[in-house]
Each structure stands twice: as C-alpha cells, then as structure tokens.
C-alpha cells in the first residue's frame, strides 16, 4: 500500500504542477486532485515539498528515458544518424503522449536545483564522433542545441509537428 500511496501522491503532483505551475502547487491542492483527506498522508510518505519534486522529476525521466532508450535501442547500434533521428522523434512523440509529465518536469526544473539535462545525446555525439559517424563540433554545445530545440517543442501545443524539420537539421550540423 505504501508504494501505491506513494505512486497516486506522485501522479496527483504531476497533474498539480502542470495545471496550476509550480506556485501553485500546494499539498492542499496535491490532496484535492489526489482524493486524499488530509496533508498528513503526503507528509508520511515524503520528508517536504523538496523530497516530493525530486520523486516527481525521477519518475519522469524514468518514464521519459525508457520511452527513448526502446526507440534509439530499435534504431541500431551503428547507425548514428538514425540514433540520433530516433532520439529526436521518441522525446517529441512522449512529450505528445504525456505533455503533464513534461510541463510538470518543466516546472520543477526552473523553479528548483534539479538539473535539465539526460545526458544522452552529448554521449551520442561523442560516441558517433569517435567512431567517425559524426563531423566536428562540440559535442556539448550540440547537445545543449539539440535539448533547447526538443525542450521548445516539446512544451507546444504539438510537439511531433517539427520532429522532421528537427532531425533533417541536426543531420546537417552532424555530417561530417
């Protein structure tokens, strides 16, 4: 009961900070959207606000990084140009098909310390770079273009429509 508890506080808080932002998420309105009769049963199963957030933003970019891993993991290994094109793809389509879980990430990303980034495609450009699949640039400062660009779209009123313009882009700045 206590992880299902913990589960429907965690999804009630992702509903809570998508629709109301980030200042307008309370325990009140946590308990209101969760069904829940009182603050006590969100402060039994998390420390503060502070504890919650962090949970909200893990199970996010779990959800998120599995969501992604499966499609660039269907992409093949050596294929760079279609990791990277599946990568692009598989962040728009999860931002379509979960876009609460997305501005709720958002929210907590530019109102607490938590950190934006995956990581992953910084290692991808490296990796594809190493292995001469990729030209020359900063793999970090690509990393951070391509985050930016995903992360704009992502938050629209729909995110797949500029998946193809994306990805024909960043096949462009890659090539070699």
Avoid: W
């Avoid at 309105?29 to 969100?42: D, F, H, M, P, T």
């Avoid at 950190?115 to 292995?131: N, V």
């Avoid at 001469?132 to 009123?157: C, H, N, Y």
């Amino acid at each position: 009961m206590s992880e299902a508890r913990r589960a429907q506080i965690t999804s009630a808080t992702i509903t809570v900070l998508a629709r109301r932002g980030y200042a307008g998420t309370s325990f009140e309105a946590i308990c209101r959207q969760a069904g829940l009769s009182s603050k006590r049963l969100i402060s039994y199963h998390f420390a503060d606000k502070e504890e919650l957030l962090a949970t909200v933003a893990r199970v996010v970019r779990e959800e998120e990084a599995a969501f992604v891993r499966r499609a660039v993991e269907a992409a093949g290994a050596s294929d760079f140009a279609a990791r990277l094109a599946a990568y692009i793809r598989a962040r728009l389509d999860f931002a379509a098909a979960r876009p609460e879980h997305v501005r709720a990430l958002r929210q907590i990303v530019c109102n607490t310390r938590e950190a934006a980034s995956d990581g992953f495609p910084a290692g991808l450009f490296s990796e594809g770079q190493r292995e001469g699949a990729f030209g020359a640039f900063d793999a970090e400062v690509m990393s951070t273009a391509l985050r930016a660009s995903i992360e704009a779209l992502a938050l629209s009123a729909d995110p797949r429509r500029g998946a193809d313009d994306l990805v024909r882009l960043f096949e462009r700045a890659t090539r070699l």
